[in-house]
């Protein structure tokens, strides 16, 4: 499928993902979502990476939110549509992934923007970054996942005020309120993105997969994501790469995993 709306290039096992609409400040339209959907299956399914960076073409915007033109013809069917295809072939797929994926935040996500940020299993944000979910102030309320993620990262009370009042709030908040891991200047976002994806890389990767899996589980069920622990652990002991992990410490190396 040719791309219009993103840019995908896989560098030293890491696939770069940019949202390329800087003239509509990346707004996620209908085409957009689709073919990052089938960019982030891709890059899961290729051997070749171990990880996705996703960010915003541009200084002032990672997604500034939907393309709200398309709500406009939208009835109760269609809206309900939209939400869920995006959430099942975009979001959920993100979070759902196996393989790490983070956000590179730079300006405004705002709206589907920070929804597409929160489904990324780690978030790094620009010093002159803003995050919100202002779809109240259109009469709607996030579509794409962003009551439930926002409440499990930051907690109900803060994603209540976030969502009702419909505020931004700077990338130093979301980092006191546990929304972002990191706070940077611009031109260290990518560099402290690619640093932390780098060092994931040296683990291994099917061990990464299992820690994946294990904290997803805790989002569908407290007790489940005990349970989904304890069999993601013992399974890891059918690997060559737990194996390896082990003689490795015992002999004092680094182990070399094989993804086995």
């Known amino acids: 499928m040719p791309l219009e709306n993103i840019l995908v290039e896989v560098r030293s096992r890491i696939c770069y993902v940019t949202i390329n609409r800087e003239s509509k400040l990346n707004a996620l339209n209908t085409a957009t979502l689709t073919e990052l959907g089938e960019a982030v299956k891709q890059a899961l399914a290729d051997s070749n990476v171990g990880g996705i960076i996703i960010t915003g073409a541009g200084p002032k915007a990672f997604v500034a939110g939907?393309?709200?033109a398309e709500f406009a013809p939208l009835n109760v069917d269609g809206g309900k549509q939209m939400a869920q295809t995006a959430q099942h072939n975009v979001f959920d797929v993100i979070e759902q992934g196996t393989k790490p994926v983070i956000a590179a935040v730079n300006g405004f996500a705002l709206g589907g923007g920070l929804e597409l940020a929160m489904a990324c299993h780690i978030r790094i944000a620009s010093a002159n970054a803003k995050l919100g979910l202002p779809e109240v102030t259109l009469g709607?309320?996030?579509?794409?996942?962003?009551?439930?993620?926002?409440?499990?990262?930051?907690?109900?009370?803060r994603a209540l005020e976030m969502i009702l009042t419909a505020d931004m709030i700077t990338a130093e908040q979301a980092l006191q309120f546990g929304l972002v891991n990191h706070v940077v200047d611009p031109d260290a976002l990518l560099p402290k993105a690619e640093e932390i994806m780098n060092k994931i890389l040296t683990r291994a990767p099917l061990a990464v997969a299992a820690a994946i899996r294990s904290v997803n589980a805790s989002a569908i069920d407290a007790q489940k994501g005990f349970d989904t622990e304890i069999e993601e652990f013992a399974a890891c002991f059918a690997t060559n790469d737990t194996g390896e992990g082990i003689q490795a410490f015992i002999q004092k190396r680094k182990p070399e995993f094989k993804g086995e």
């Not at 709607?140 to 009370?157: D, E, F, H, K």
Request: charged share 20%.
């Open 66 to 68: 939907a393309d709200i």
């Open 140 to 157: 709607l309320i996030p579509g794409y996942g962003g009551t439930q993620r926002l409440t499990r990262l930051i907690g109900r009370g």
